[in-house]
């Protein structure tokens, strides 16, 4: 096929080269269920890159957001506060808990919940909020953390698009009670589908490994600190296969690269286009001062929905992957059922309609990105 006709997709999952020689590995160490030699190389490095109290991988950011619920003791009837612009998972956790939904609305810049809404969210039922870093670009957590500390209210962070990212210096998930990441084939890094949670009270540790565990302490077991496991406490199963985890690991080790490829990509998407948005014809993700990101997604926005409609249409023909997402849940039919919008959403939805994401993934090809936006150019011109 002549280059020019090349398919460019939206996503490829990330693979580096060691895979399949680490998954070999696992295979030759006979152990290939949870938490053997891999699982126990990407909880380290996760810990050590992030300084992070405690990391453990799971079978999916999802899995790890219901821990995170469950640790945070949700019951029936409590509320848990969260922007209704994200993926199911992040409120699905909470009503798997029990908990009624408060979605609040999102600041158009950073598609981020607006910290400035929060506060009128709570009621004395609220027992937690979930702060999305939505594109790996970090909400604005010195508010969230002190309206959490005033009202005693738990913070868990969905940062599923936040490794590697970071807000004043501290990584994404390492600042609230407990972050949850993705490695789903999607996200930056990944195990096709897996995840991690991020305990940053050291209280809830030896609770996580329990729930994790399918109700058992076998952690400690293992660690020779009992002499025999047993059932203590209510659980589930959340771990991934080391297969999994050998695929992540090999591509943990070369984080920088894939960090730095794939912001270049981002950063010159965004210098291609913003010529258009000084034409006031598109608008551009906006990165705050405090926020370091992983470039996990180039989104731009269009006008309106009927201009993005068509706008992904002519992407297609063109051979280029250019999709929308996030139906904001308030209006899906669980969103409706298990919660609530508090206060007006001003820019919920309107924003949502207007967002297209373009491809990005690592090993997109400078010239893939360079004729991204020459066609992005012509449809607007
Ligand atoms: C914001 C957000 N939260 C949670 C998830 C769920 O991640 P996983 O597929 O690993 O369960 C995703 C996945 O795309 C996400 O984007």
Redesign the pocket.
């Known amino acids: 096929m002549k280059d020019e006709n090349k398919i460019i997709n939206f996503n490829v999952p990330p693979y580096v080269g060691k895979e399949i020689e680490y998954i070999k590995q696992a295979i030759e160490n006979r152990q290939i269920c949870g938490d053997g030699e891999f699982t126990k190389k990407c909880n380290q490095w996760l810990e050590n890159r992030f300084n992070a109290k405690k990391v453990l991988l799971t079978s999916?950011?999802?899995?790890?957001?219901d821990m995170a619920m469950m640790l945070c003791d949700i019951k029936p009837g409590d509320e848990v506060i969260l922007p209704s612009y994200?993926?199911?998972?992040?409120a699905t956790s909470a009503v798997l808990s029990g908990a009624k939904l408060v979605f609040v609305d999102i600041r158009p810049d950073t598609m981020n919940i607006d910290e400035t809404k929060i506060e009128d969210a709570i009621t004395d039922k609220t027992k937690a909020i979930i702060a999305?870093?939505?594109a790996g670009v970090a909400c604005e957590m010195d508010t969230i953390m002190d309206i959490a500390k005033r009202y005693n209210l738990k913070v868990v962070e969905?940062a599923?698009?936040g490794v590697m990212s970071s807000y004043k210096g501290r990584a994404l998930g390492t600042i609230g009670d407990f972050g949850?990441?993705?490695?789903?084939e999607?996200?930056n890094y990944s195990m096709g589908?897996?995840?991690a949670i991020i305990i940053n009270n050291p209280n809830y540790i030896e609770k996580a490994e329990i729930l994790r565990e399918k109700g058992t302490n076998r952690a400690k077991f293992f660690r020779g600190q009992v002499d025999k496991y047993t059932w203590v406490d209510f659980g589930d199963s959340y771990l991934p296969s080391d297969l999994n985890a050998a695929y992540l690991y090999a591509q943990l080790e070369q984080a920088d690269l894939i960090n730095e490829s794939r912001l270049k990509n981002w950063n010159d998407y965004y210098n291609n286009l913003v010529e258009l948005q000084n034409e006031g014809k598109i608008t551009l993700p906006y990165i705050p001062k405090d926020c370091i990101h992983n470039a996990h997604m180039f989104y731009l926005k269009c006008k309106n929905l009927e201009e993005r409609t068509k706008f992904i249409s002519y992407m297609k023909e063109n051979g280029i992957g250019a999709v929308f997402h996030y139906v904001p849940l308030h209006s899906a039919p669980a969103g409706i059922k298990f919660g609530r919008f508090n206060g007006e959403d001003v820019y919920t939805t309107s924003e949502s309609e207007k967002i297209v994401r373009l491809p990005m993934y690592y090993g997109l090809e400078d010239a893939e990105v360079q004729k991204v936006c020459e066609k992005v150019k012509k449809y607007y011109r």
């Open positions: 999916s950011c999802t899995s790890a957001l994200t993926f199911s998972s992040t999305v870093h939505y969905d599923a698009q949850c990441y993705s490695f789903h999607t996200k589908e897996g995840g």
